[in-house]
């Protein structure tokens, strides 16, 4: 067995004494920007939580004889907390979420935490991150979303934020792509130009009825899918009770606590039918999925936003000045839509967005190319 490294212990040590200060800051900012004071109930705790394994670090680096420095949230962290200070807790819930499902393995092999508490509580804090990600944009507190935070298995939700970022992404690749295809054929701005602004708007349009169609089969089916339970509890309501008595002898009541809660909640079809959608389909049914026009209006926009990036040099430049000024402006954008995807990652900003550059002007050099082509093979 290798023999500890005193100078490796401590940097393990320190970083993962700032992984638990970030979390501990983020969670606060949280607490203070959630309106619902049961939730930030639960985000205060977690900072404490992360508090106080962040001493635990901090800790073992004085009795290894280095005074542990007083460590303040990283830039990825500000940032995280300024977005939820801003837009809200549920605005990085599905980041956070993802982080900690990430991490929560991080202790299971180290040494000093191993037969600690510490392996125990990350799995905690990630499973009920999880859940808390399972209440959906209407983020409403109830019985069932309460249960449901006890349970085992996480379901991830959807980032709105991410989901923002890859938009404008798809746009300006898309467009961009579409401009060096002309601008390999010919140098002609006016082309260039009507070439970027149609694509532009054919994508937006596309993402956007793609993203509404998709919403609303969503509502569809689990309208359909509370219809037919209402059918079947308006048919056969005691096989609805007993459905719901063996949900409730599932979250660890006994038989008779079970059979005496479903008892009571059958006998109000209106509570009965919100109840069994939410604990036995697992719907939100005041929310199904969100909005399909919201959704739509969204993805036209952040789509519309990328696809500036390489038409806006072409209103102001000529010739290869436009096609130059559209590449420089599209790198750049490229780069900081990369290094913004590394929030949510994790990874090394300057890397991710030099991998997003690459990827990018890839696809550029090849539309370019495949224009250059056809023209030379036209005018053969």
């Known amino acids: 067995m290798a023999k500890p490294d005193p100078r490796q212990d401590l940097s393990r040590y320190r970083r993962n004494q700032q992984g638990e200060v970030d979390s501990a800051a983020l969670y606060q900012a949280m607490a203070e920007a959630e309106a619902r004071p049961e939730l930030a109930a639960i985000y205060r705790r977690l900072a404490a939580a992360e508090a106080a394994h962040a001493q635990f670090w901090q800790r073992r680096q004085e009795r290894a004889g280095q005074p542990a420095p007083n460590l303040g949230p990283t830039w990825r962290a500000r940032i995280l907390i300024w977005l939820a200070r801003h837009l809200g807790a549920a605005s990085v819930l599905p980041t956070v979420a993802a982080r900690e499902s990430l991490d929560q393995t991080s202790y299971d092999d180290q040494r000093e935490s191993r037969h600690t508490d510490l392996p125990a509580q990350e799995r905690a804090h990630a499973r009920l991150l999880f859940r808390l990600t399972s209440m959906g944009n209407g983020g409403r507190w109830d019985g069932g979303t309460y ?158 936003v990328g696809a500036l990036i390489p038409i806006l040099p072409l209103l102001f430049l000529q010739g290869r000045a436009a096609v130059m000024g559209s590449a420089v402006a599209s790198a750049l954008g490229l780069f900081l839509i990369g290094a913004a995807i590394s929030i949510f990652t994790g990874r090394h900003p300057g890397r991710a967005g030099l991998r997003q550059l690459l990827i990018g002007m890839a696809a550029a050099a090849v539309t370019y190319g495949a224009g250059y082509a056809v023209e030379a093979w036209l005018a053969a």
Not at 267 to 289: F, K, S, V, Y
Request: net charge negative; charged share 15%.
């Open 147 to 304: 249960a449901r935070l006890e349970g085992r298995h996480g379901a991830g939700g959807g980032n709105a934020l991410r989901a923002a970022v890859l938009g404008a992404n798809d746009g300006l690749v898309s467009t961009l792509s579409l401009v060096m295809g002309v601008a390999g054929a010919q140098f002609s701005n006016t082309a260039m130009l009507a070439t970027g602004l149609a694509g532009m708007l054919a994508g937006a349009c596309s993402m956007a009825m793609g993203e509404w169609i998709s919403v609303q089969s969503s509502r569809e089916m689990y309208a359909h899918q509370i219809a037919a339970e209402a059918e079947e509890l308006a048919e056969v309501p005691a096989e609805e009770q007993a459905e719901l008595a063996l949900i409730y002898q599932a979250k660890g009541f006994t038989a008779e606590e079970a059979a005496a809660i479903a008892a009571r909640v059958i006998q109000n079809q209106e509570t009965a039918l919100d109840t069994l959608t939410r604990e036995e389909l697992g719907i939100n049914p005041d929310d199904l999925g969100g909005s399909a026009g919201t959704a739509a209006l969204a993805s036209f926009a952040v789509f519309l």
